[in-house]
């Protein structure tokens, strides 16, 4: 099974300029990096530690802040280094509404999602895992859901008001700050959530247990853009439009 990005149908890929192509893979490429470190490191931690879940999150937690910092540096100048369909939606949102911005969102989006699916399976083919498979990590509860509206509402309000040449070492940290001080290990991320439903690893979220973390991303989302309003503060200036 190829692991290559997919191919945009002919009449798309003729019909995006260069630089909408570009973005459009950077955000596949780095949605497939950033869900195989969190995947890939979550496995080689769970085998190394010897059964010590603190040890195995704190590599887990270090390996995701590391690539996070890197892959935002590196592809923010190219499509601004969303990775994350919330993030793609608010800051969509900031500026004025066209058919174009519409567009753009749309691929980002599929892009994004099609980068988690690629990057767990890139994962599991490093470690000889079947590549298809489902996670039986239940993660449910008022709690997680808090935890997964917080984290989310933390890192929108970072991605709204973070100077740009701060904003990966920012945001690296806040995630890796919030793997610790949430219930829920801060997915803050739909597309992490599809991808790691498809790991039955440490980084692993059941099926069942999806919809709720998505909802709860999402309230949390709406919450970090009221917070970032209330504040008062600049406009985003991390998004590559």
Not at 59 to 70: E, R
């Amino acid at each position: 099974m190829s692991l290559s990005p997919p191919a945009l149908p002919a009449a798309v890929s003729q019909d995006l300029e260069p630089r909408l192509q570009h973005q459009v893979l950077a955000e596949f490429v780095g949605t497939a990096a950033l869900l195989c470190a969190v995947i890939g490191s979550g496995i080689m931690a769970e085998r190394l530690s010897a059964g010590n879940m603190g040890v195995a999150l704190l590599a887990n937690t270090l390996a995701t802040v590391f690539a996070l910092y890197v892959l935002i540096e590196l592809l923010g100048p190219v499509s601004g280094a969303h990775f994350n369909p919330l993030v793609t939606l608010v800051l969509g949102s900031q500026t004025k509404a066209s058919g174009k911005r519409a567009r753009r969102t749309l691929l980002f989006i599929a892009s994004q999602l099609l980068g988690a699916v690629a990057g767990a399976w890139l994962a599991h083919a490093m470690f000889d895992m079947n590549l298809l498979q489902f996670s039986h990590k239940i993660r449910s509860g008022s709690g997680q859901w808090l935890a997964e509206a917080v984290a989310t509402a933390g890192l929108i309000l970072i991605v709204l008001r973070a100077p740009a040449a701060k904003a990966p070492a920012l945001v690296a940290c806040y995630i890796g700050a919030a793997y610790w001080f949430t219930a829920s290990t801060s997915f803050a991320n739909p597309a992490a959530v599809l991808g790691r439903m498809l790991s039955d690893s440490f980084a692993g979220i059941a099926p069942a247990s999806a919809a709720g973390f998505v909802a709860a991303q999402a309230v949390g989302a709406l919450a970090g853009v009221a917070l970032h309003r209330a504040l008062g503060g600049p406009q985003a200036a991390n998004d590559q439009g």
